[in-house]
């Protein structure tokens, strides 16, 4: 059974930092790529930002670049999103994926086949 398991989110103040971690079992992704997501209470779900299969290339959101980061090790079957300046409009629960359909950069949600249960962030002013 695949699964994709988030931590790391919290409670933090305005300009703070979390690191969320995304552990994926049941297979591997090394050769896939991975991105991460968000949904805020009563908003849609938003891309975040995403990763190819060897954590050479990335892209992000507007709302987040230059402010998160998105890394992967391999070896750990892991991803990472390094969270900093964190505002308040950053709460939301966030979700990692992994796409089964390129080894390169996906921003379409519908374009990943496994979704973690997500993590709640939330930003205190």
């Known amino acids: 059974q695949v699964q994709l398991v988030e931590s790391g989110g919290g409670l933090v103040q305005a300009g703070g930092s979390l690191r969320l971690s995304c552990a994926a079992s049941?297979?591997?992704?090394?050769?896939?790529?991975m991105g991460w997501f968000r949904q805020a209470p009563g908003k849609e779900r938003e891309f975040v930002g995403a990763?190819?299969?060897?954590?050479?290339?990335?892209t992000y959101a507007d709302s987040v670049k230059g402010r998160f980061t998105i890394s992967r090790d391999n070896a750990k079957n892991t991803v990472y999103l390094q969270m900093n300046s964190l505002k308040p409009e950053d709460t939301a629960v966030y979700y990692c994926a992994a796409t089964l359909f390129s080894a390169g950069v996906v921003t379409a949600a519908p374009r990943y086949n496994y979704w973690g249960q997500g993590t709640q962030v939330t930003v205190s002013s």
């Open positions: 990763v190819n299969w060897s954590g050479s290339s990335t």
């Open positions: 049941g297979r591997s992704f090394m050769s896939n790529g």
